[in-house]
C-alpha cells in the first residue's frame, strides 16, 4: 500500500516524460554478484510503458545469465517475475494507464505474429530469448555511469522501475497481492499451464512429475486442478517431499530408492498406466526418462524444464513410434496478455495457494542473499519487495 501511495506522489510530482534515478541490480559480468546502482531510467517511447516495480520473484532463469548457460549481453538488469504499477506510458499506449497494477510479461503477446494468432500458439515474435536485450526499436532505457545498460528478456524487474513494450505488460486486479501474484509472471503460470493448457491433463488420470521445485510444484498443482486422481513427485531431495504432499501429490518417490529403471518403478506402481509425465528439471537424462514413463500407446510426456543450450538429445525413436506424444511448452503454453489477469482472478478467488510455494521474502537490496538461498537449495521462491 505504501508503494501504491508513494507512486501517486510521485505522479503529482510529474516524473512523466523525465529520466527518473533510481536503484538496480546490475549485473556487469558473468559470474559475479549484483552490485545495487544508481541508474537512470528514461521515459518510454511510443507504444511502450515505464513500471514503479513492487515485487519481484527469483527464478532459476535469472541465474543462467550469471553462470553463464543462458546467453546475454553485458552490462543488464535481469529479473522477469514481478509486479508493479504503470508509472507512465507513452505514445500509443491503449491497454494500461498511470496507476494501473500489472505483471510484467517475458513472454510477450503482440496479437498480431502466427503464433498469437493460432489458438495453440503462444511464442510470440517479439520473445527475446536470443539475449537481444533491447526493446522494439532497438535501443535501451537504462543507463549506469554513462553506460548503457541491456534489458533481459523485454523486462528487467531487478530495479526500482522498468520500461517495457505494451505488448510485454498485463493489467491486473487491483486488490492482488504484489508480493504473491508476482510468481503469476513466470514460475506458477508454467508449471500450471504445462499440465492444464500443454498437457491437457484428463481427470481420473495418473500425473508424474520429474523435479519437485517451484515449477514442479505448479505443475502438481495443476494436475490437481484438472482433476488428476494420482499425482506421484520425482526427486532425489527427499527433503521436498513434505512440501509435494502439501500441494497435492499422493505420493513422491526418489529414483535412488530402486536399482531398476524410474520408467519400471512407475509402471509397476501403476499397474501400467501412466497418462503423462512432466519433466521439470532440464536435464537431457531426465527427458528420455519422463518419456519412457508415460504410457507407451496413449501416454503424453511435457518437457518444462529449460534444457542446456549447445547440447544435442539422443533417444530411442521407438518411444514415440508406439503412440507417445512428446511436447514442449513456453510460460505453460498460456498466451500472456490473454491469461495472466484470468490466473490472478482465480487466485483472488482462491482457487490456488501461491502462499505454498514462498519460502522467503526479502528486501530487494539483499537480492546477493536470495540467490545463495536458491543455489543452496533452501529457498523455494525468494521473493524481493521494494
Request: glycine share 10%; charged share 20%.
Amino acid at each position: 500500500m505504501f508503494a501504491e501511495i508513494q507512486i501517486q506522489d510521485k505522479d503529482r510530482m510529474g516524473t512523466a516524460g523525465k529520466v527518473i534515478k533510481c536503484k538496480a541490480a546490475v549485473l556487469w559480468e558473468q559470474k559475479q554478484p549484483f552490485s545495487i546502482e544508481e541508474i537512470e531510467v528514461a521515459p518510454p517511447k511510443t507504444k511502450e510503458v515505464r513500471i514503479k516495480i513492487l515485487a519481484t520473484g527469483i527464478c532459476r532463469t535469472d541465474d543462467h545469465v550469471i553462470k553463464g548457460t543462458m546467453v546475454s549481453k553485458f552490462p543488464v538488469i535481469v529479473g522477469h517475475e514481478a509486479t508493479g504499477i504503470v508509472e507512465s506510458t507513452g505514445e500509443g499506449v491503449t491497454t494500461v494507464q498511470p496507476g494501473d497494477k500489472v505483471i510484467p510479461l517475458f513472454l510477450p503477446q503482440c496479437r498480431e505474429c502466427n503464433a498469437c494468432r493460432n489458438p495453440d500458439g503462444n511464442l510470440c515474435i517479439r520473445s527475446d530469448i536470443t539475449g537481444r536485450g533491447v526493446l522494439a526499436d532497438g535501443t535501451t532505457r537504462f543507463t549506469c555511469k554513462g553506460k548503457p545498460v541491456y534489458h533481459f528478456m523485454n523486462t528487467s524487474t531487478f530495479t526500482e522501475y522498468t520500461v517495457v513494450d505494451e505488448s510485454s505488460v498485463a493489467k491486473i486486479d487491483d486488490a492482488a497481492p504484489p508480493e504473491k501474484v508476482c510468481l503469476i509472471g513466470c514460475g506458477f503460470s508454467t508449471g500450471y499451464g504445462a499440465a492444464v493448457k500443454t498437457g491437457k491433463v484428463k481427470p481420473g488420470s495418473t500425473c508424474v512429475v520429474f523435479g519437485l521445485g517451484g515449477v514442479g510444484l505448479s505443475v502438481i498443482m495443476g494436475c490437481k486442478s484438472a482433476g488428476a486422481s494420482r499425482i506421484i513427485g520425482i526427486d532425489l531431495n527427499k527433503d521436498k517431499f513434505e512440501k509435494a504432499m502439501a500441494v497435492g501429490a499422493t505420493e513422491c518417490i526418489s529414483p535412488k530408492e530402486s536399482t531398476k529403471p524410474i520408467s519400471e518403478v512407475l509402471s509397476e506402481m501403476t499397474g501400467n498406466n501412466v497418462g503423462y509425465t512432466f519433466e521439470v528439471i532440464g536435464h537431457l537424462e531426465t527427458m528420455i526418462d519422463a518419456l519412457a514413463s508415460c504410457h507407451m500407446n496413449y501416454g503424453t510426456s511435457v518437457v518444462v524444464g529449460a534444457p542446456p543450450s549447445a547440447k544435442m538429445l539422443t533417444y530411442d525413436p521407438m518411444l514415440l513410434f508406439t503412440g507417445r506424444t512428446w511436447k514442449g511448452c513456453v510460460f505453460g503454453g498460456l498466451k500472456s496478455r490473454d491469461d495472466v489477469p484470468k490466473l490472478v482472478t482465480e487466485f483472488l478467488a482462491k482457487k490456488f495457494d501461491l502462499d505454498q510455494l514462498i519460502t522467503h521474502v526479502l528486501p530487494f537490496k539483499k537480492i546477493n542473499e536470495g540467490f545463495e538461498l536458491l543455489n543452496s537449495g533452501q529457498s523455494i521462491r525468494t521473493v524481493l519487495t521494494f
